[in-house]
């Protein structure tokens, strides 16, 4: 009984020290006090909802996948963050969409924020381009979520219409924004731009590391609006030089915020733990290239829509070809500076103030590189 006493107490001692380990080891340089970066990076005023809920859309089938024989519904694990206050609505509604081998748990930092500061933000993982799909995650199937995208943007909307629900009178129509990592950056791309994918109840767009190497300059002249890209200069997974350094040159009006130094993987919550590696893209390309298993030799461009659409079926972009990883900067840091953009980026665009959509225009494209040393900003040419 001792000998199992002891051993329960060092295996206690010992994963106590690692969660306090998790909390307080290798801390990110905090902003500098007193700059409008750290006043930013504060969260905001209002308490936060957290909400776990499946949504169902039995007007589309799941493709089978693999093993897997595919279903005759969509069904769509989410996690709605939202302002407890009723006072201040109708809020914004943005929906977050997750990355390759991924889930709607890699944004649980950056929504509560967002929500804190007075929007609505519902995050779902995706049939079968999360970590756990069924027959294995499959990139393909991102042709299939802008349209997952446009379903709970109906179902919100519907819930605030509808008294007695949580969400009665709470969303605004008129203020809805896209944003994603990686392949959910590529899904609110789709979302916000594609002919014939496209929402036009979105009004605003915002990519994290999402690829682009598909798209000509025709692409985005379809349905222009507001749209930035957020990205880290030694991406090995969405490598930068392909994706988001066109942006401003492609995109009317485009925007791209790069981060020297920002991995992939480093967006994404999970990296926190990842935060003793060199580079956090060394887990990120080995979970991406187990899940693809060759699916990038598979030809699909064609499902994203034909050449005259702006689709490039001849592109390539260089996967995890990067060697040796330099080394990269914090998770922590690097989801810091994701915070103040990302949140800058829709004050800009969804504010009710003038006074804040100046402010947040001003930040972005003056102060942010100024206070904050790893952050460059570029606009597109008028």
């Known amino acids: ?65 693999g093993d897997y024989p595919g279903a005759a519904d969509r069904r769509l694990e989410t996690t709605l963050w939202y302002p407890e206050n009723r006072e201040s609505a109708p809020y914004p509604l943005l929906v977050y969409s997750h990355g390759f081998s991924s889930s709607r748990q890699e944004a649980e930092s950056l929504a509560a924020y967002l929500a804190s500061h007075g929007y609505i933000v519902i995050a779902p993982t995706y049939p079968l381009t999360n970590l756990r799909a069924p027959g294995g995650p499959r990139v393909q199937d991102v042709v299939n979520q802008p349209a997952d995208v446009s379903f709970l943007i109906d179902e919100l909307l519907a819930a605030s219409e509808t008294p007695g629900s949580a969400l ?52 985005y002249r379809h349905h222009p609006l507001p749209f930035l890209m957020l990205a880290g200069d030694i991406d090995a997974i969405v490598p930068w030089e392909d994706n988001a350094r066109p942006v401003p040159e492609q995109v009317p009006g485009g925007e791209l915020v790069t981060l020297r130094g920002a991995s992939h993987a480093g967006f994404a919550d999970p990296a926190a733990a990842m935060r003793w590696l060199s580079n956090p893209d060394a887990v990120g390309c080995w979970i991406v290239q187990r899940s693809m298993a060759g699916a990038e030799e598979e030809p699909w461009f ?65 102060v942010l590189a100024d206070e904050l ?7 597109a040419a008028d």
């Open 168 to 219: 009665y009178q709470q969303v605004d129509p008129e203020r809805i924004g896209a944003l994603g990592l990686s392949l959910g950056g590529l899904t609110s791309t789709l979302v916000a731009f594609h002919p014939e994918m496209r929402d036009s109840r979105i009004s605003a767009a915002l990519s994290i590391a999402g690829p682009t190497f598909v798209f000509t300059d025709v692409f």
């Open 1 to 65: 009984m001792k000998t199992l006493l002891k051993f329960l107490l060092i295996v206690s001692l010992l994963v106590g020290g690692g969660l306090w380990l998790l909390a307080t080891g290798k801390q990110p340089e905090p902003f500098v006090p007193g700059t409008e970066s750290a006043a930013r990076l504060q969260p905001g005023p209002l308490p936060v909802v957290k909400v776990e809920r499946d949504y169902v859309d039995t007007s589309r089938r799941t493709d089978a996948n």
């Open 302 to 366: 064609d499902l994203i829509g034909p050449p005259e659409m702006g689709i490039n079926y001849g592109a390539e972009s260089a996967l995890c070809t990067m060697d040796p990883l330099p080394e990269a900067m914090n998770p922590l840091r690097q989801q810091m500076l994701t915070r103040v953009v990302v949140g800058s980026f829709f004050d800009r665009q969804f504010s009710r103030s003038v006074a804040t959509r100046a402010a947040a225009e001003r930040y972005l494209s003056e």
């Open 373 to 379: 040393m790893e952050a460059t900003y570029v606009r």
